[in-house]
């Protein structure tokens, strides 16, 4: 079937507009993750949905991040005002189950802020 | 809080070889690790999952093993070709602190095979 899909794959925006990037995962995955990963600094973790329960949003950066998930499906990461240092690849991550799942990772949203 | 350190940072193999790849984190009581791999300007493929209860996995010419008493992992890659060309990442899951289970990845290995 299909694998995890995010757009857009390439985003170019101005400091300080807003910035929506999109997550679609692999049909059936209750659990769904984002990360970030820039030059130099790996792959960081963001935030993780699973199922109904409260998100864990204990690797969000700064407030200006946020991110839904509507129908425990797809996912919306949220930048407002955004940063220079927020340049990076964004990527989205789903897995069948929780804690034990394998996950599986689309192929990354590259945001450049100018 | 957990730190994952995968050596060498690059190695570079001619095509044939068989080759290891390492990874250590500090704290043993994980509940899984992940092997990727990353193409240039590509997402994460898995390629091997270790829950904490095993001690290996294989797939095909690849073959990963778990010691968590040691804080070590390792993915042996088995005659090697020009595909497997490719930067590989060390993953593990554990408490990351705040009532967090998260992945803590490594740096990575940049592996180039030699035609």
């Known amino acids: 079937g299909a694998g995890v899909s995010q757009s857009p794959s390439n985003k170019v925006t101005e400091k300080g507009k807003d910035v929506e990037l999109r997550c679609d995962p692999i049909s059936g995955h209750t659990a769904l993750y984002w990360y970030r990963q820039s030059l130099g600094q790996g792959l960081e973790f963001l935030i993780y949905f699973q199922g109904n329960s409260a998100p864990d949003k204990s690797g969000l950066p700064s407030d200006r991040f946020s991110a839904e998930r509507t129908g425990g499906s797809v996912s919306t990461l949220t930048i407002q005002r955004t940063q220079q240092e927020d340049s990076a690849v964004y990527l989205c991550?789903?897995?069948?189950?929780?804690?034990?799942?394998?996950?599986?990772f689309g192929p990354g949203t590259r945001l450049t802020v100018t | 809080k957990q730190e994952v350190t995968q050596i060498p940072a690059a190695l570079s193999v001619p095509e044939g070889e068989n080759l290891v790849l390492n990874c250590s984190f500090t704290d043993s009581a994980i509940y899984n690790l992940q092997w990727f791999r990353q193409d240039p300007g590509k997402g994460l493929t898995s390629l091997l999952l270790i829950q904490s209860s095993q001690r290996e996995q294989t797939s095909g010419r690849l073959n990963a093993s778990l010691d968590k008493s040691s804080g070590r992992s390792t993915l042996y890659i088995a005659a090697s070709q020009p595909g497997d060309s490719a930067t590989y990442l060390c993953a593990v899951r554990a408490y990351s602190g705040a009532g967090s289970y998260q992945l803590t990845f490594g740096k990575g290995t940049k592996l180039s095979v030699i035609p």
């Open positions: 991550a789903s897995s069948l189950s929780g804690l034990r799942g394998e996950q599986y």
